[in-house]
């Protein structure tokens, strides 16, 4: 591996040498700041279940994890940060050992992902990630030897990326995104990105666009293969032809999913309006982060509404029913939400966060909704539209829209029936990635 470093060390331009030296310096002038977050964000997850993580973040593996992965391999290295990511390429995850004959290492960055992925083993060995610094990467690169690395979506870590090339492994971009904002921003530092784009291989991206948005910033056009979607491909998309939409209930269900900041307080009047006319709706309350739970319960009380959370014993009357306002307040299982919903709104839209994933509910067959701010989802939600399975509404249209579909049970299945072959169209991301990646391992 020495002779490999020392080789492309030596190739690097002088400036890029320079780019990663200031690069590094501020990342080590930040450390403070980075060990603080670390600890707030871990702490529970962290500190209660030992050290072994905490040390993962430094480079140093635990003895047993090491003796597992010396005594297999080859080794594909995979990096994700949160939660959605690893959720997206779960049927990846699972699908690569046996299709390209290699383990899987998956590296995650946030305390919620790196817990789905233990507890569903969605890789081989699964890792915190190691923080972004030279020496502690290399020392991670040196343990596990990756025939390959590969990044998600738009993770662009410059010491992983340099230092996975430099290690002799080949790299690669899957599931690859490039946002508008990201687009712009990137625009503005062009130059500088061209040291990371050099380190890639591959570039598996979504869809066109993120290939022209890609080609501007100056990664070579051979080096970008449009592959689709990864999303598309998730177990419950792939899955058998089950229906969210339950005939026998005769009480409407409304869920909002992966709500964001501020927007609770945006869709509280337009569900109040929606109950002047339908009285006994139900809504489910599922914010993005869990944290803000608490948030959320003191919007509703303070407007004289009841509401309980899911994880609290009596969340539902004596009948079997919900209260009126449900907080989802357990990790992971947003998907059950969903399956009691007569209607989806999907979150981060009807405030400037870029949207949420819409694939579980049109997977599940509803008639999916979402607001103007998609951007992080513009293919997926683009799809959906075109299809006739989703609506995308304003503010001020979305009680007129959620009233139309909860009087018109045969345009909730229309629509559902429509969202979910909008998927089914969309998968074989999964395949087509694997195929470019075994030719990329075996060039």
């Known amino acids: 591996m020495s002779n490999r470093f020392d080789a492309v060390h030596r190739a690097e331009p002088v400036e890029v040498r320079w780019l990663f030296r200031i690069y ?42 090491l003796i597992r992965i010396r005594a297999k391999g080859p080794w594909w290295w995979v990096h994700a940060v949160s939660l959605g990511e690893v959720k ?28 789905y992925a233990v507890e569903n083993k969605v890789a081989q060995e699964i890792i915190a990630a190691p923080i972004d610094l030279p020496w502690v990467v290399r020392r991670v690169f040196k343990e596990v030897r990756p025939q390959i690395f590969i990044s998600v979506e738009s993770e662009f870590w410059p010491n992983l990326l340099r230092e996975a090339k430099r290690s002799g492994a080949r790299v690669a ?69 089950e229906s969210a939409q339950s005939p026998k209930r005769s009480v409407p269900v409304v869920v909002l999913g992966s709500t964001r900041e501020g927007e609770e307080s945006q869709l509280l009047p337009v569900l109040q309006k929606l109950r002047a006319q339908w009285p006994e709706l139900k809504v489910i309350w599922a914010p993005r982060h869990l944290d803000r739970i608490s948030e959320i319960e003191t919007l509703l009380t303070a407007q004289g509404l009841s509401c309980r959370r899911k994880s609290l014993p009596g969340a539902a009357d004596q009948n079997g029913h919900p209260p009126a306002n449900i907080l989802w307040d357990t990790m992971g299982d947003l998907l059950e939400a969903y399956r009691q919903a007569d209607v989806a709104v999907v979150g981060g839209s009807f405030v400037p966060k870029g949207g949420q994933n819409p694939i579980e509910p049109a997977a599940l067959r ?65 395949q087509r990635t694997l195929t470019l990646l075994e030719k990329l391992v075996r060039a």
């Open 88 to 115: 997206a390429i779960e049927t990846f995850l699972r699908k690569a050992p046996t299709h390209a004959r290699a383990q899987i290492l998956l590296s995650v960055v946030t305390p919620e992902a790196i817990a």
């Open 24 to 65: 590094n310096g501020l990342v080590v002038l930040a450390v403070p700041v980075i060990l603080l977050f670390i600890a707030l964000r871990w702490r529970r997850r962290f500190f209660s279940k030992g050290f072994d993580r905490w040390s993962q973040r430094w480079g140093h593996l635990p003895e047993e994890q």
């Open 173 to 241: 971009l899957i599931n690859g995104r490039l946002s508008e904002h990201s687009f712009k921003s990137y625009s503005h530092v062009r130059w500088i990105m061209q040291a990371l784009w050099g380190c890639f291989d591959l570039w598996a991206v979504r869809q066109e666009q993120d290939a022209v948005r890609f080609r501007s910033l100056g990664v070579p056009t051979e080096k970008i293969q449009v592959t689709g979607n990864l999303k598309y491909d998730s177990p419950i998309g792939s899955g058998s032809q």
């Open 366 to 430: 509803l008639p999916v909704v979402f607001g103007p701010s998609m951007d992080n989802f513009h293919g997926i939600a683009d799809a959906l539209v075109e299809s006739g399975g989703a609506r995308q509404v304003s503010l001020t249209e979305l009680s007129e829209c959620l009233n139309d579909l909860l009087k018109n049970p045969e345009l909730r299945r229309t629509m559902g029936d429509k969202a979910r072959r909008a998927v089914e169209n969309e998968q074989g991301a999964t």
